[in-house]
């Protein structure tokens, strides 16, 4: 039997996966940024079909990522599994490359730990050398270190992986491959071989360099591109093999306000080179068969792709994440029953971009309605508590005690005219409204995909055939009227690297909110 593998497999934002296989199963994970916890864990029996199982990083164990520090943190990351153990490395661009481990993928992993103090270290892949010796490849971020398109190399202690060498360039793409970045670090048939996209995120495609030696000099081929198809800048991944000896590519797809999706192509070796895609021309496909057997047992975790929630036993699923280090006991009233309580925190934070409590998930659909029902009875004077739909800007819907009457407002952010990193927050008052019962009021969303760009598309900034921006309107259902906002439909940005999401809040000094469920509903087109 075999898998028909349907791109892309995950419609959801796993920026710059990595993927690796023990014995029959796969186990992937991500980038995170500043959302907490970090480092999703995934696995797989399939290749097509994904769990996610929890995270790696709780939190980011720097003081300052106690505030949301957006699109900052926890960059492309590599995993790797040596002498029995998971290790995932990962660059912080600001801070440096740390590493985390545990025996058991699905619990026990290890805080992050610095091994290696930089500004500008990014993209590193672990790679144990069959001498003994171990080193750490990387990319360079341009914004902090002041160029790119260059594969740096310094080595470590084989055992902690800290840093014991220089750092020195074994690759310079800058002519040939600009921006070449997010290396994965291969050894076969006596070849070392890093895998890694350039071109950039959106125009880009899939080069490998192959090397007798892992300090070069590195042959240089192009082995995957958008080429005729309509599948642009195919970009950051991982190569893994299957127990009957195939080989496939794990990738991302930048698809603007639905982040970076995840795409499976096949890679089939010839002459000591690996190329992926279509074997006729190495482009990304539509779909294919996986030489797999579908998974005849339950995987642990949910569905990467799982939006809705109940919140048994007053507890958020694992799709949640917040915008910044948090003790969840300080912002959530643990209670026994279904329904999420809320605190109500932060008064003094002003802009909800600033809030750590703000508490999403990630949109898995092109075109959908969600309905967030909460019980609004717990708020206090002067406190808020609403949805947003949130990425490089947002928008929502709350409702904001003043003078002992709920008023519904929707609110929307701009950027700072004096700080591009900040945003202002603008409310409009719809009205001032009667609730008569106030434990079941139902905001809803509505998202609509916008057809592709034109020049985009003839750019190559953009796939032809599928969305990568969207609008949507909001609307309150209270005791059986619903109230929509008066404001054009609102079109969102991503957020730098981070796809838009789904964000529920409570903001205030006393009071409380209960969240009773969340339902995503997908739309036909």
């Not at 025996?103 to 103090?117: A, E, I, M, Q």
């Not at 000099?217 to 991982?238: A, D, F, M």
């Not at 795409?263 to 021309?281: C, H, P, Q, S, Y």
């Not at 309150?476 to 609102?490: Q, R, T």
Request: some cysteine; aromatic content about 12%; charged content about 25%.
């Amino acid at each position: 039997m075999a898998v028909l593998a349907k791109n892309p497999i995950i419609l959801s934002d796993y920026s710059d996966p990595d993927v690796i296989r023990v014995n029959d199963t796969y186990y992937m994970t991500a980038s995170s940024f500043h959302f907490t916890p970090g480092l999703p864990l995934l696995v797989s029996k399939d290749l097509v079909h994904w769990n996610l199982v929890g995270y790696a990083a709780k939190n980011i164990p720097m003081p300052q990522f106690n505030e949301p520090r957006h699109s900052k943190g926890v960059w492309a990351p590599s995993l790797r599994y040596h002498n029995g153990k998971f290790i995932i490395v990962v660059g912080l661009p600001d801070e440096g490359i740390f590493v985390t481990e545990s025996d058991n993928f699905y619990d026990g992993w290890t805080s992050l730990r610095c091994v290696r103090k930089a500004c500008g270290f990014i993209d590193p892949c672990p790679f144990w050398d069959k001498d003994g010796k171990a080193y750490i490849v990387h990319a360079y971020a341009k914004s902090r270190i002041g160029f790119k398109s260059k594969i740096g190399i310094f080595e470590v202690n084989p055992e902690s992986l800290d840093a014991i060498g220089e750092d020195s360039f074994i690759f310079d793409g800058e002519i040939s491959q600009p921006t070449i970045e997010g290396p994965k670090v291969y050894f076969r048939n006596g070849f070392y071989y890093i895998a890694a996209p350039a071109g950039g995120v959106k125009q880009g495609w899939q080069t490998l360099l192959k090397a007798n030696n892992i300090m070069g000099p590195y042959e240089e081929h192009i082995v995957l591109s958008q080429g005729k198809s309509h599948i642009n800048g195919p970009h950051q991944g991982g190569l893994v093999d299957t127990p009957n000896g195939d080989w496939y590519f794990l990738h991302f797809q930048d698809r603007g306000v639905y982040g970076r999706v995840i795409l499976l192509e096949r890679a089939i070796w010839k002459d000591d080179l690996v190329f992926m895609g279509t074997e006729e021309n190495a482009e990304p496909e539509d779909s294919f068969e996986v030489n797999l057997s579908p998974c005849s047992t339950a995987l642990p975790g949910i569905a990467a792709n799982e939006v809705n929630d109940d919140f048994d036993n007053g507890e958020y699923g694992l799709q949640w994440q917040w915008q910044a280090n948090v003790k969840a006991e300080a912002y959530v009233l643990k209670r026994s029953e279904k329904g999420l309580c809320l605190l109500c925190k932060n008064a003094d934070k002003g802009s909800l971009w600033n809030l750590p409590n703000v508490l999403s998930e990630k949109i898995v659909y092109e075109d959908f309605t969600a309905e967030i029902e909460m019980d609004i009875s717990g708020l206090k004077e002067d406190e808020r508590a609403g949805v947003l739909f949130l990425g490089g800007q947002y928008a929502g819907m709350e409702i904001k005690i003043i003078d002992n009457e709920p008023c519904l407002n929707y609110i929307e952010s701009f950027t700072d005219s004096y700080d591009s990193e900040k945003r202002v927050e603008k409310s409009v008052v719809i009205k001032k409204c009667f609730i008569q019962n106030k434990d079941s009021v139902k905001f809803i969303i509505n998202c609509n995909s916008l057809a592709p760009d034109k020049e985009k598309v003839s750019s190559g900034m953009a796939d032809s055939e599928c969305p990568s921006e969207c609008c949507c309107d909001f609307s309150l259902n209270i005791d059986g009227n619903v109230i929509k906002s008066e404001k054009e439909a609102y079109k969102p940005g991503s957020d730098h690297w981070v796809g838009c999401k789904i964000a529920v809040f409570a903001q205030g000094k006393k009071g409380s909110v209960i969240v009773k469920s969340v339902k995503v509903m997908p739309k036909s087109k």
